[in-house]
């Protein structure tokens, strides 16, 4: 399973919020191209960031530190908040290697299927749900779509990656929502990732078990509640950590583009 801490960037600085309520807002760190410096020190796999101003407005506005962030790793990025057309799409991909759609992807499903024909496995929709109804706009505005229907909708019409956030969850440090994660989970067998509410190390292992691919952590390592690199140790138990030399490998199942690139080893 996936480590994919996140980082959240809402007037150029790291931010969480609680259940995406933009007025429950915590500033973590002033520099988001430091706290993904920090977070490629332990290994992740893969680093998750969203422009909160651009999913909230459908404008981006935090292009500019995102792009630096891409400039000082090494880890690959997923990007999403406010990206709305191909062109916008073609510009990100210059810099960072998958992109998340998320209000675009509910709204405009043309769109959708064209993005996906065209960028193929770096293109991940994200549902977003309250009480089982996706969510768009920042998660402001509440749409009638099954969260169910509309992933097994998405598999069919050929996404690879879902990622999946319990809103009511998000940023609470209680637990992520494991029944309805292992009911999606029977529903697609494409690439699924966890989101909102993971708050221990038993919360990840539980997740590992549900057969989720990856794990996107936010508040949990922002207060210390959970260990990147324990993390990193539950969910690739395999690898045993060596000094020096590097390892790659696909971060996404099948025919996978993305790769990972670790300057810590890790040698099974
Ligand atoms: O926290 C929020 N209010 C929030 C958030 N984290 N609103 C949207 N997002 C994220 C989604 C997805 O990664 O989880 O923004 C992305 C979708 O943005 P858009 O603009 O495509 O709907």
Redesign the pocket.
């Known amino acids: 399973m996936l480590v994919i801490p996140?980082i959240?960037i809402k007037n150029g600085q790291c931010v969480r919020?609680t259940?995406?309520?933009?007025t429950k807002e915590k500033i973590y760190e002033q520099d988001p191209v430091a706290m993904a410096k920090k977070f490629e020190q332990n290994g992740p796999d893969l680093i998750?960031i969203?422009?909160?101003d651009?999913?909230?407005d459908?404008l981006m506005k935090n292009k500019k530190v995102i792009e630096q962030i891409s400039k000082t790793i090494q880890v690959p990025i997923?990007?999403?908040?406010?990206?709305?057309d191909k062109k916008t799409i073609d510009g990100l991909l210059s810099f960072v290697d998958r992109i998340?759609?998320?209000?675009?992807?509910?709204e405009n499903k043309e769109f959708l299927k064209e993005a996906i024909t065209k960028y193929g496995d770096r293109i991940a929709v994200?549902l977003?749900a309250k009480d089982g109804k996706l969510?768009?706009?920042?998660?402001?505005e509440t749409t009638d779509q099954d969260v169910f229907d509309y992933a097994k909708e998405l598999e069919s019409i050929g996404i690879q990656t879902i990622?999946y956030?319990d809103?009511a969850r998000?940023?609470t440090l209680t637990s992520p929502n494991f029944s309805s994660i292992e009911r999606l989970r029977s529903y697609i067998s494409c690439f699924l990732i966890a989101?909102g509410g993971v708050s221990s190390l038993e919360d990840i292992k539980k997740l590992k078990e549900l057969g989720v691919d990856g794990v996107i952590i936010g508040k949990a390592l922002y207060e210390g509640k959970v260990d990147l690199k324990e993390t990193i140790a539950i969910c690739h138990p395999e690898l045993v950590f060596t000094e020096s030399d590097s390892v790659s490998g696909s971060v996404m199942k099948g025919d996978a583009e993305l790769r990972i690139q670790h300057d810590t080893v890790y040698a099974g």
């Open positions: 996140a959240d919020l259940q995406g309520d933009f998750h969203v422009d909160l651009g999913a909230k459908g997923e990007l999403g908040g406010g990206i709305r998340i759609l998320g209000t675009a992807a509910i994200s977003d969510t768009t706009r920042g998660w402001v990622i956030t809103i998000d940023g989101s």
